[in-house]
Every structure is written in structure tokens, then in C-alpha cells.
């Protein structure tokens, strides 16, 4: 089993409708990150935590909530959603001493229609 | 504000040797990280640099300079698996876990 699952795979839905794209873990890391891939634009941080208590917005955190159900579980919505937030979307677990070597999942691809 | 660059897209063949070059402007710096993506796959980690100089992982080193804000990847004996997209990403003092990513070059390589 991969040590990062997310779920879907592939997504496509209608511009309103709520969504949640899920991810699971079982690297046993307190830290997990959900971000957001663009064509040209990199990786960009949506939302970020720690702990089960502790969640933090990142640069795009706009039209979209996390939930950390358990250490291993981490889950984004996105309330209503709107055709620019087509993207692939990844998770990411990470050691606190090792912060610099993510451990991503193999995304989810989500089209907004 | 905080950026980083790097070249969108290279070329080479199948054996050589290529750089590619990554330059930042943030506060707080602490390490400079490498990933490697194939076609919208899971971005995996390749190396790290925390202090100034080479750091070689078999085929692969990074380099960082602190003081020019300036890191690059080097990919020796280039096999034809290693097209793909590579990522700078900074990482920040304040334990905060969090990484900056850079827009990502393309690297092809050609028989």
C-alpha cells in the first residue's frame, strides 16, 4: 500500500456542488499539507496541520476547509465549487525533524464544470 | 514577498550532464529541497541543502549558496527516465514545516 492514498483519483463535478477529496496516511507523521498544482504555477500551499487540534491556513486557503479526522486522516472541501479550482490537487505528509523531504500522495484531478 | 526561479523548460541528450538553476528572494531562509515529478505524478524528494556547498546522491547533487540565494540540481549521465518536471522548494527557519515551491523546469531528454 502506498504510504500516502488519496481518493479520488479523478473527479469531475459541477460548478456549486460541494466536494471532498480525502487522504490517508500511514507514515505515523503528526504533519500533513494539502496543496494545489497549476500548469506554470508550481505547488501552492492550501492548508496545513500539525496536529489533530492544530490547522493553518496556507496562501490559497479562499473556497476551501479541512477537516483532520485522526493523526492519519486529512480531508479538503471545497463548499461550492468554481471552475478555477480545476487542478491537481496533492497531499503531503512530512517527519517534524524532516520537513524538507515531503511524502506526497499521487493527487487528485479535479474538473470543475 | 517571497519567489523563487527557475528556467521552465531544458534540453539535453542521453548521457550528459545538466544544471538547473534555481534562485530565491524570502525571509527566513533555512534549506533549499529538490523534488522530481513525471507527468502529474507524485512529486518524490530527491535532496536537500541546509548549509552552503555540494551535496551528491548517486547521479544527482545540489548545490546552494547562501550568500548569492542560489541553489541548482545537477543530473549526471542523464538516462532517458529522467525527463521530467524538478522543483526548487524553501524551506523556512520557525519549525514551520510549511515549503515554498518554484514554478518547476521541464527537463527532456533526447536519445
Known amino acids: 500500500d502506498a504510504d500516502v492514498t488519496q481518493t479520488p483519483r479523478n473527479r469531475i463535478t459541477k460548478t456549486g456542488k460541494r466536494i471532498m477529496l480525502e487522504c490517508s496516511q500511514t507514515?505515523?507523521?503528526?504533519?500533513m499539507y494539502w496543496y494545489r498544482q497549476d500548469p506554470g504555477l508550481g505547488l501552492r500551499l492550501i492548508y496545513y496541520?500539525?496536529?489533530?487540534?492544530?490547522?493553518n491556513k496556507g496562501e490559497i486557503s479562499d473556497g476551501y476547509s479541512v477537516s483532520r479526522q485522526a493523526q492519519a486522516k486529512f480531508s479538503l472541501s471545497l463548499e461550492s465549487a468554481i471552475p478555477n479550482q480545476t487542478a491537481l490537487y496533492f497531499c503531503a505528509t512530512s517527519d517534524p525533524g524532516q520537513d524538507y523531504g515531503y511524502t506526497f500522495g499521487s493527487g487528485t484531478r479535479l474538473t470543475v464544470v | 514577498g517571497q519567489s523563487l526561479e527557475q528556467p521552465s523548460e531544458v534540453t539535453a541528450v542521453e548521457g550528459a550532464i545538466v544544471q538547473i538553476n534555481c534562485t530565491y528572494q524570502t525571509s527566513g531562509f533555512y534549506g533549499l529541497s529538490w523534488y522530481q515529478q513525471h507527468d502529474g505524478g507524485a512529486p518524490t524528494f530527491l535532496s536537500y541543502?541546509?548549509?552552503?556547498g555540494l551535496e551528491e546522491t548517486g547521479r544527482f547533487s545540489s548545490f546552494l549558496s547562501r550568500s548569492d540565494s542560489y541553489g541548482y540540481l545537477l543530473l549526471q549521465e542523464l538516462q532517458m527516465k529522467d525527463s521530467a518536471s524538478y522543483f526548487c522548494a524553501v524551506s523556512k527557519t520557525g519549525n514551520t514545516g510549511k515549503l515554498i515551491f518554484g514554478q518547476g523546469t521541464t527537463l527532456q531528454v533526447k536519445p
Open positions: 541543502n541546509a548549509l552552503d
Open positions: 507514515k505515523g507523521h503528526d504533519r
Open positions: 496541520s500539525f496536529d489533530v487540534k492544530d490547522i
